[in-house]
DNA sequence: ACCTGAACACCGTTCAAGT
DNA sequence: ACCTGAACACCGTTCAAGT
């Protein structure tokens, strides 16, 4: 009910921090019983969470059901609420595990210092446009308007994305208040794509090269 | 399964068309037995839309369950069958009823000859900023992911306000080429307002202005 | 023409009981 | 520590029967 600050929401995350727990999220029942065996219990939850995801990407997010779960793990039912509160859980714990791998893949396009800037934007949208990432991103992000944990996930990502694109646009020259707002615009359309796509015909590498210009040269024209 | 290249898809609708039937969708069931009392059973019919529509607008997507409306109707969940096939045909009545209205504002807000192009940009943008469009906007564009027939929805709406961005590109001296890049841009931008605010601050008028103004005026800095 | 009432399948959740 | 099996509430859907 209250607005959830969970810490993670609240600027970038250091992905390392997040891969160092994996199962940060994990059922206050499982996390009580966890001591004396700790490795049997950690895998087995890790089991549940790679599950769900394989479910995810083969069929989709009308398909991730814990019946159909379960069936795959050859378990019942009742197994899943020993690891899990609720379902709530299970997909707070997978944008977790999904965002840690996000998280880290943006960290290294935006740190590459061999690069230009210009380059390392490009290199971010071309990830972007890849078939498989904006697939799973658009079913998160539908999840997010749901559930208020995943919400907090996505949100942390998209501030991540944003500050290394800000960052990018100072390195260009632009002074604060431009960098701010031609990030700010990126980033948007970023999102609009993902959830655009479908919509509008899919945009050549070209013309994202094209479009990506008119935010990062305007003079040129 | 096969992509639906559905005709409302593939160009502007005229609302007028849309407005004539108000109840494009309804129910083989009810259509076949309209023609004898008609009056009676169109009002039983927008009745349920309306419900739904208000069930939408009060407590959001998770409301809308079958049960719910019908207590708020009165009636039995059976009833309910009888107007429709099913719950997917009430999305898509809903999607119609709301993307009529949409597509109507659109043309309203793009066709005025009185005012500068670059106006009815902004005015566009100001009616996506406000508070309720975009909530039922976003509403709608998470019920696509799921239903077909609401997605062909969004996408003849997508591809109307697609076009009528590029008309005023056109209009404000942007070569073919040019005008479709940048009214691509600024509806990637708008789907992506819709979806990303809660993530970003949300822009103040002023910034909106700033950004259009990056994609229709780039020669100015 | 429109609605009731009862049924059924399916999903999320709980919990006592097993090993 | 981890899982089974059976139960319950809830939602979508069907359909014979009522008026």
């Known amino acids: 009910m209250t607005p959830d600050r969970s810490p993670a929401a609240d600027g970038i995350q250091t992905p390392d921090a997040d891969a160092a727990d994996s199962s940060p ?18 895998l087995s939850y890790e089991a549940w969470v790679d599950g769900a995801l394989a479910l995810l990407a083969r ?35 997978m944008a977790d595990r999904w965002s840690a791998r996000q998280s880290e893949i943006i960290r290294a396009l935006g740190a590459i210092e061999s690069i230009p800037v210009e380059q390392r934007i490009a290199n971010m949208a071309a990830n972007l446009i890849d078939q498989g990432t904006w697939a799973t991103e658009a079913t998160f992000r539908e999840w997010a308007r749901s559930d208020e944990k995943v919400a907090a996930t996505v949100r942390a990502m998209d501030q991540q994305i944003f500050e290394t694109v800000q960052k990018a646009m100072l390195d260009l020259g632009f002074d604060a208040e431009q960098a701010r707002l031609r990030a700010g615009a990126m980033v948007y359309l970023g999102i609009g ?29």
């Open 25 to 42: 999220r994990r059922s206050r029942k499982a996390a009580a019983q966890q001591r004396s065996r700790g490795r049997t219990a950690r």
């Open 59 to 93: 069929e989709g997010v009308a398909a991730v059901k814990i019946p159909a779960l379960c069936r795959e793990l050859g378990v019942t039912k009742g197994s899943f609420y020993w690891h899990f509160d609720d379902v709530d859980q299970l997909m707070a714990a």
């Open 193 to 221: 794509f993902i959830h655009g796509r479908g919509s509008l015909p899919t945009p050549t590498s070209d013309e994202a090269q094209a479009i990506i210009g008119l935010l990062t040269i305007p003079m040129r024209n």
